[in-house]
């Protein structure tokens, strides 16, 4: 919790502040000391979490367009086979950074009021298997020949055959979301990470990650699942970061050479949800009291604290601070002002919550 916080609240009870301090070092690095000759350093601990969404906006956004089975189809016949791209722009990941700092896994999200599937893949008819592929350096938009959107740089390919199977079934995710997850891949869904985000993506991605879904489906289904999806072909994107897009094939049925020719390109990306490392939501009231508490009844804890000295980029971050340095620092609130540098708690760069319904 930032310091700055834990002396308003004491305030609030009527506490006594000291008025008076000593300037310590200025740099704010990690070799700050305060009193008794406390190293106050940052906390580097990230947690491993699976509610993350690929551009923010996705957190807490559902589709309101129903009888989308993409990412993953589940039919018969002529309907039974598909090709669909799908391409995220890099610049999403700087929007996603704000609060993730590796994308470890890809998932889609069912809408908010229908269940989840199990989805089999298995051979086509001419025995070549189905596969769910990820790469790189991709163009900056989508072609509907999809031959054009492909590349050299793959990441990784799950694949299904008659024999073996592709198995995607379904998890409970938070709040009672159903989230798609690989049951017959050896490591789930973290068989394609696509790494660290923390800074933008390097040249591999080129201009961003796409998903290559080349699917039949087998036997053994429970019916078609209805995923969230973007919604840039009928409304505002909800990513702040870029546009998704899609190449769809759909199905011979509307399409003769849909492995071959998309019927068109448009925006209705699923929703990728993921694992990844991120640092720790934001404490909820009932923790800020408990610290509050904490830090009363323990005035050594009042020599280390933290604050956002990296202000205006979009991110969250906990530079420490030794007690008394604080008071190199504006960390109040963008109405008040005390012509100290400001913070980014008080721009509110970032968020670290993923939101309601991942």
Known sequence: MKFWRIFAAAVVVGLTIPTSVALADDDDDDDDMGPGGINCAEETNKALRTDLTVCPGFMDYTNTFVGNGFPFENSSFFFSSFRNQYLYPSSIFVATSAYACTVESMS??????????????????????????????????????????????????????????????NRTGIRGSVVSNCTSCILGDAECPLGNIEAPLDATWGDGPMWDMKISVGTGNSGAGVWDTSDTTFGTPPCEGGTPQRAFGSSTFANPNHLTTALGVDGFDFVWVFQGLAPPPPATVEQQIKEIIRLLLTPEALRCSGLDLTPGNGKIEDDPIAFPNGANWDPVQPTVTTGQPKTGDELVDGLRSAGFRP
């Open 108 to 169: 889609a999200r069912s809408v908010s009021f229908v269940g989840g599937s199990t989805n089999v893949y298995a051979s086509f008819t001419n025995g070549d298997p189905s596969f769910i592929e990820l790469s790189g350096s991709n163009p900056g938009s989508l072609l509907p020949t999809f031959a054009l959107n492909s590349n050299s740089q793959n990441i990784c390919t799950m694949t299904g055959t008659d024999a073996t199977p592709l198995v995607i079934g």
